[in-house]
């Protein structure tokens, strides 16, 4: 017996042994690849933004199918409604039948929006540009005479100018002589070969968008039409690898994300929509220059929350202030009110809770993203922070509930402790007598630092005076 208890306490002194040191070793090989990630750290992003850009006709059609995905359930909503008037159900031949059709109608319906906001843009961007070559020489030999007869009416101002303009010609001719054409003799036209394959990369560059879109299509209509084989395949894979309390977590912050994300996107382009036809209209009727070109641009840039808005209108209005400056007056004064109406009519109406963000994430959202990710992270910001948010909000929720106290955000507004009662924790709030204590502190504080502000401005006058008396007084007995 004591021999075998001996060879038990040896085996349990090894296995602690061996322990502390496979954790050690664990340790050390972590802490190893941890060191060759941060010094491979360029090799290791730039192999992802390679495996990117040989994904990018897969993300090009994720994304084709993704915004394409509401219209064909629209459709296959459309067609099953046909079938439950007769009261018949379709078989499942007819149910695949259906769905195909669904892609196409989708295809279809996106491919004409495109024309036909291609037919509506190209021709009036066409002849803006056109009457814009014609009417902006006249325009400003006009604005230059008008400048110059008021000049001229005023010598004062003519004085001023005059020198002005003797100051600036010699300012350009300084940057002339010694930046400009040493600049085009030394960098300019020896480099003119690289500026030609950089001009060629460009447009290399766009057809292989072009391209990868094609490809994108193409994917698009594979995600569609397996989009349910896909669904399920996610769904086994979390079921699989995560326990099925994390594997539910994950599956139902997944569809909050789709609803957030899809519900934002088609109501901000039904808003946006609905938006440019009014302004359309509105502009039509007050016989505003460049409508239908001024419209599409107000209306696509309103897809971007808060900001949108203000990037299509800076344009258009400098566009038409090309034609009149009163009417680009009346064109800003018109975009203002229609934010106003689509902030607190038309957009509540049609997106409703979406996000449910206040007006300072909103901001802060689209500020955040989109200088990560530009136009794209405005676009996007706003329903992705809303899931962050979402997920933060039930974490804490959960943790609140954990420690059985309250979740109610209003009951920590005027919340002063939190202390143990007998059938539970009672929340002690500061009383109005305490808040107005407070106030009125603060106001007490404000007060003595003005007054103490105006003691030493005062201290500081007297102190000019005094000086400027003595200097006088010497002057005098000078």
Known sequence: MAQNEKDENERITIKEVFGKWFGLFLVLISAAVVYLLIINLDDIFSGFMFMLSVLKPVIY???????????????????????????KSPSDKTVRIMESMTIVFALLTGVLIIAILCWLVIPQLITTVISLIETVPSQANDYYNYITDKIQSNKYIASR??????????????????????????ELLPNLNIYAKQFANGVMSFINVLYNLFIGIIVAIYLLKGKRVFAA??????????????????????RISNNMFSGFISGKIVDSTIIGIICFVLMTIFRMPYALLVSVIVGVTNVIPVFGPYIGAIPSALLILLVSPVQALYFII?????????????????LGESTGLSAFWVLFSILFFGGFWGIVGMLVGCPLFAVIYTIAKDFINYCLEKRKLSTDTQTYVNLKTIEDGRDGYEYIEYTVSEINGKRNKKNSASKAKSSSLMSVLKKFLKKVMDSKQISKDKNDEK
């Not at 059609?61 to 009261?87: C, D, F, H, S, V």
């Open 334 to 350: 018109l975009v203002a009110i229609l934010q106003q109406v689509d902030g607190n009519i038309i957009g509540p109406a049609i």
């Open 61 to 87: 059609g994720a994304i084709i199918a993704y915004l394409l995905n509401p219209l064909t359930k629209m459709y296959y909503r459309l067609l099953l409604k046909g079938y439950e008037k007769k009261g």
């Open 233 to 254: 395949q996610a769904k086994k894979i979390t079921y699989g690898v995560c326990r099925k309390k994390t594997a539910d977590t994950i599956i139902h912050y997944v």
């Open 161 to 186: 100018m005059q020198d002005t303009a003797l100051q600036a010609t010699k300012y350009m001719d300084n940057i002339m002589n010694n930046d400009l054409f040493p600049w085009l003799k030394s």
